[in-house]
C-alpha cells in the first residue's frame, strides 16, 4: 500500500483533527505518501484531495471541530455514488482510505469495504452512539463542555430557587444527559430510551415542590421532549415556573479534552497499521484499554448503549 485517503464526514466532534493528525503522521512513519479529502465523501466525487505532510498538521491536536471540513452527501449513499467514489480514489492512486465519523459515515465505509476498496473506520461522535463502541471521539469533551454550563446553571438557579431545564443532544441515545446529568447531579434526568418515566419525574418534582425543595435541575435529551414544550407540561401540571437553556452546538465545539486527544491518537495510529497489514471493513476502539478492531457491519445493530446502572444510580442520588 503506498498511498491512503483519510476524511471526515458527519456531524463534527471534538478530537478529530487529533485523529487526522495520528493518521497523517503514523503514515508519513511508515512511508506512506498520505492524502487529504476535504468535505468528507463530497470529496472524493469532487476530487478534492491534496496531499499531506507533517507540517500539515502541525499544530492541530488542541483544536476543535476538523481541519478536512465534513459535509452529508447524499449521492454517496447509492451504489452508483459509491462506485463513481471508488474509480475517483483508484484515479488519485490511494490504496486505501481511512474514514472518521459517526454511524453514517461508518456505513458508507462498510458499503466501500464490501466492494473491495480497502477502509477502516474510526468513530468519532459525540452523542456515543455507535453500537459496540465504547467510547467514541468527542463523548467525553461533550460531558465536559456539558458539565461547565451545568454547575454554572446551579449557581444562579440555587441563587434565585428557579428549577432550570437543560436540553442536551441526543435524538435517539441518551448517553449525553445520562453521562451529564450524573456527573452535574441532576435532579432529573430524561432519555429517549426512558421515555415513559417523564410522567413519573413530574410526580417526583411535585413531591419535591410539597417537601420544600427550593429547586431543581432537570436534564433533557432533545429527543424524548424539548426544554421549552417539557417547561410547559410543568407549569401547567405543577405549577412551576422554570428556565430553559438550551445548549445546542455548544456542545461540538471547543478544545478537546486530554482524553479525547489520546483516544483520537491511538486509534488513528492502528487504524494504519491495519491498512498495513491488509485488514479492511474494521473500526478500531478501545476495549479494557486496549487496541481492538471489530468488523464495521457492527454498527448496524440496534444495540442500546446506555448503561440502565447509571440511570438507576442517579435516580437514588437525586431523591
Known amino acids: 500500500m503506498d498511498r491512503i485517503g483519510v476524511l471526515t464526514s458527519g456531524e463534527d466532534a471534538p478530537g478529530m483533527n487529533a485523529a487526522i493528525r495520528a493518521v497523517v503522521r503514523s503514515g508519513l512513519y511508515d512511508g506512506i505518501e498520505m492524502v487529504g479529502i476535504k468535505y468528507g465523501f463530497q470529496g472524493i466525487l469532487n476530487e478534492t484531495m491534496e496531499r499531506m505532510d507533517a507540517a500539515s498538521v502541525g499544530s492541530i491536536i488542541q483544536r476543535g ?72 471521539i468527542g463523548f467525553d469533551t461533550a460531558i465536559n463542555t456539558i458539565i461547565e454550563y451545568v454547575d454554572r446553571i446551579r449557581d444562579t438557579a440555587s441563587s434565585h430557587e428557579k428549577t432550570s431545564i437543560i436540553e442536551v443532544m441526543g435524538k435517539e441515545n441518551g448517553n449525553l444527559a445520562l453521562w451529564s446529568g450524573l456527573a452535574g447531579g441532576a ?72 482524553r479525547d486527544r489520546v483516544l483520537a491518537s491511538r486509534l488513528g495510529a492502528h487504524a494504519i497499521e491495519l491498512l498495513l497489514n491488509d485488514e479492511s471493513g474494521k473500526v478500531v476502539k478501545l476495549k479494557d484499554n486496549k487496541l481492538v478492531s471489530d468488523d464495521l457491519g457492527e454498527i448496524f445493530s440496534p444495540k442500546s448503549h446506555i ?6 444510580l442517579s435516580g437514588r442520588l437525586s431523591k
Not at 307 to 312: L, P, V
Request: charged share 30%; hydrophobic share 35%; net charge negative.
Open 65 to 136: 471541530g476538523t481541519i478536512l471540513q465534513s459535509y452529508k452527501n447524499q449521492e454517496i449513499v447509492t451504489d452508483a455514488g459509491q462506485q463513481k467514489a471508488i474509480a475517483h480514489l483508484k484515479k488519485h492512486g490511494i490504496d486505501g482510505l481511512v474514514v472518521i465519523g459517526g454511524r453514517e459515515a461508518l456505513k458508507v465505509a462498510v458499503s466501500l469495504a464490501e466492494k473491495d476498496f480497502p477502509c477502516i473506520g474510526i468513530p468519532a461522535a459525540i452523542e456515543n452512539d455507535i453500537p459496540y463502541v465504547d467510547e467514541a
Open 187 to 258: 435532579e432529573n434526568i430524561i432519555i429517549p430510551e426512558k421515555k415513559e418515566d417523564i410522567e413519573k419525574i413530574v410526580e417526583q418534582i411535585k413531591s419535591g415542590t410539597s417537601r420544600d425543595k427550593k429547586y431543581s435541575i432537570i436534564i433533557v435529551a432533545e429527543g424524548t421532549v424539548s426544554g421549552i414544550d417539557l417547561n410547559a407540561k410543568l407549569k401547567t401540571e405543577t405549577g412551576l415556573e422554570s428556565r430553559v437553556t438550551v445548549l445546542g452546538h455548544t456542545q461540538r465545539g471547543g478544545a478537546p479534552t486530554a
Open 307 to 312: 448503561d440502565e446502572s447509571m440511570y438507576d
